[in-house]
């Protein structure tokens, strides 16, 4: 099998069609969305959701975020308190996913939610939105990567990765936000954060006017059980915080503050000349991708702040650099 590419630019009506019709065969497609390319599937169709496993070598099942067009249609299959749909209403469509109790009896099938009585649920934006309403079902969708490796950014990241083993990529050009979505869980009066993401606790503490609890350690892994430590992994080793480059390293730069020794680098990757977290975010798994092409032993990386979405890729860079 060669997944068929299909641009957005090119045919936006063909590329709605013909997604709509692998879908329905019960097949995963390979979107664009804000945050990174997924694999979507029917969350309703267990043989569907099989395949999305199959594809990314996932060694088991882990519980994937169910994609709705709206917040209606997401009411349709989840509680939501207060709290959770103030959240919703300010950030959906975009780069936020809401763990909340599954509705009984819903059609979502438990293969997509690992058998939990929980779902995560996400409204996206653009292409991946129109898909869901012309489809007309929730598409359950990880990112479109094989299994522990960084996320797709671009449809050629994808059809490098699991081109043989799909029908069908959507070409949506690079995705704007470049790491995957805020992963929170309301609890009474405390927000917990499972995953840092495209949006900022900041952001989220502002528009509830409530404190981000950070979920750490092992309560963390088994209630976000996809984020192991060595997610994100590129070939070549990481070395983080770096301020003078070493021998065979090749170097991912933030900001204009130079780098001891970086006329030495292989290469040269800067996140944001600027140092702007934002456009960090939206290069970070590509020049990962590209500083692990560079055949270079090591990828040295510059100190990222922690603030706003510094947060999101301070979290992948240490899955990057974590021991494996
Ligand atoms: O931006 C994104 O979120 C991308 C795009 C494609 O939407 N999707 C994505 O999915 O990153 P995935 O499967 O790579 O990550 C889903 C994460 C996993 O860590 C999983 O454990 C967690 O969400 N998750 C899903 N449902 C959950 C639940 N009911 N309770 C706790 N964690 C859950
Ligand atoms: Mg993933």
């Known amino acids: 099998m060669t997944a068929n590419i299909i641009h957005l630019r090119d045919n936006a009506d063909s590329a709605l069609k013909q997604a709509c019709d692998v879908l329905a065969d019960g097949f995963p497609v390979a979107i664009p969305t804000e945050t990174v390319y997924g694999l979507a599937a029917d969350a309703t169709n267990p043989l569907a959701v099989t395949r999305i496993y199959e594809a990314k070598g996932r060694p088991r099942f882990n519980p994937l975020i169910c994609h709705m067009a709206d917040l209606a249609m997401a009411e349709e ?3 939501f308190d207060a709290v959770s749909r103030r959240l919703a209403e300010r950030f959906w469509p975009g780069p936020l996913t809401l763990i909340l109790p599954l509705k009984p009896e819903t059609a979502i099938h438990p293969l ?3 058998g939990l009585d929980t779902v995560g649920i996400r409204v996206p934006e653009g292409f991946a939105s129109s898909l ?6 929730p598409l359950a969708a990880p990112s479109a990567n094989t299994s522990g490796k960084v996320s797709p950014t671009s449809a050629q990241h994808v059809a490098e990765d699991l081109g043989d083993r ?4 959507i070409d949506g050009d690079a995705a704007p936000v470049g790491v995957e979505s805020t ?3 309301v609890e009474g009066e405390t927000i917990r954060l499972l995953r840092p993401g495209g949006v900022s606790a900041e952001e989220i503490e ?3 006017g409530l404190p981000i609890v950070r979920a750490e350690g092992p309560a963390a892994i088994i209630e976000a059980p996809g984020m192991l430590a060595s997610h994100y992994a590129p070939a070549a080793a990481v070395r983080l915080d770096v301020e003078a480059l070493e021998p065979g ?3 991912i730069r933030f900001g204009a503050r130079p780098v001891t020794g970086e006329e030495k680098a292989a290469a040269v990757f800067n996140l944001s000349p600027s140092g702007d977290l934002a456009e960090a975010a939206s290069n970070l798994f590509d020049y990962l991708k590209k500083a692990d092409a560079s055949g270079a032993q090591r990828i040295a990386v510059m100190r990222i702040p922690e603030h706003g979405l510094g947060e999101a890729i301070n979290d992948r860079l240490a899955r990057a650099a974590a021991p494996r």
């Open 77 to 79: 299959y989840a509680s």
């Open 112 to 114: 997509a939610t690992a």
């Open 132 to 137: 869901i309403r012309a489809f007309g079902r």
């Open 166 to 169: 799909l029908k069908l990529i």
């Open 183 to 185: 992963i929170v869980r």
């Open 206 to 208: 502002a528009a509830t």
């Open 249 to 251: 390293e090749v170097l």
